[in-house]
């Protein structure tokens, strides 16, 4: 991943570097794959984040009913 600074604008160029890493997923897989994690493991998590994520949108078309 490329960056280029221009003039001595290293904070804004820093700033665009964290957002292109943050878009593109590469610390998420970085960090995802620092320790194994047993596929019986990944697939308890995903459905874990699966449920609540189910409940989030159940509680947000709750809360649109009431007013």
Do not use: C
């Amino acid at each position: 991943m490329q960056v280029k600074v221009r003039g001595t604008n290293i904070e804004g160029a820093l700033r665009i570097f964290r957002k292109k890493v943050s878009e593109s997923g590469v610390l998420f897989q970085y960090k995802e794959k620092m320790h194994y994690e047993k596929p019986t493991t990944k697939k308890q998590r995903k459905k874990a984040a699966a449920k609540q994520r189910e409940r989030k949108r159940q509680s947000s078309i709750d809360q649109t009913k009431l007013f």
